[in-house]
T-cell receptor
């Protein structure tokens, strides 16, 4: 149980185009999902917290108009990288919090991670 | 404020020998602590978590970790390393507060020598 999928796993695009990445919780409902970015040989950097039915909360320094997040349902969050540039090339990972598998409704519920999406902007 | 420090960026052990990956944390509130493993170009897999129950936590693949409040540590151990354990390991802390955030350690790369 507690499986999170991401699609696509790998995408190559031209500079200036937009790319959408999907994150799905397959066997549980996730009111909160998280988007991370990971540079080679580095740790994960939290970009934003995605809440179902409301606006995402972005971390300091992350451009909300550049990285559009939509959490339309309890099992799906999308990250759209708009007008992508080579510096946006990175490994993007989502996670979903399963409130039924941890403290009741607490923020310390376990997060389950997707397999990641490798974005390469040419 | 909360933070997590993984003391070693790289650990190399021989197959069959014990593994120790060190993690220290700071938190103003009672934290939940996690260890995740990441294989190359893959997402993160939960190894184990501590959430104020037993201080010795057993996880998957023979890993375990002990929460030591007096030392603010949550070191990950395994009695006998296997080649398949070679990966990046992340220690993660979340404090249960109104401003709680998930904080990742910088990661420790574990290499296994034949």
């Amino acid at each position: 149980g507690a499986v999170v999928s991401q699609h696509p796993s790998r995408v190559i695009c031209k500079s200036g185009t937009s790319v959408k990445i999907e994150c799905r919780s397959l066997d549980f409902q996730a009111t909160t999902m998280f988007w991370y970015r990971q540079f080679p040989k580095q740790s994960l950097m939290l970009m934003a917290t995605s809440n179902e039915g409301s606006k995402a909360t972005y971390e300091q320094g992350v451009e909300k108009d550049k990285f559009l997040i939509n959490h339309a349902s309890l099992t799906l969050s999308t990250l759209t990288v708009t007008s992508a540039h080579p510096e946006d090339s990175s490994f993007y990972i989502c996670s979903a919090r399963d409130p039924l598998r941890g403290l009741a409704g607490g923020p310390t519920d376990t997060q389950y991670f997707g397999p990641g999406t490798r974005l390469t902007v040419l | 404020a909360q933070s997590v420090t993984q003391l070693d960026s790289h650990v190399s052990v021989s197959e069959g020998t014990p593994v120790l990956l060190r993690c220290n944390y700071s938190s103003s509130y009672s934290p939940s602590l996690f260890w995740y493993v990441q294989h190359p170009n893959k997402g993160l897999q939960l190894l184990l978590k501590y959430t104020s129950a037993a201080t010795l936590v057993k996880g998957i693949n023979g890993f375990e970790a002990e929460f030591k409040k007096s030392e603010t540590s949550f070191h990950l151990t395994k009695p006998s390393a296997h080649m398949s354990d070679a990966a990046e390991y992340f220690c993660v802390v979340i404090s249960y507060s109104s401003a709680s955030k998930i904080i990742f350690g910088s990661g420790t790369r574990l290499s296994i020598r034949p």
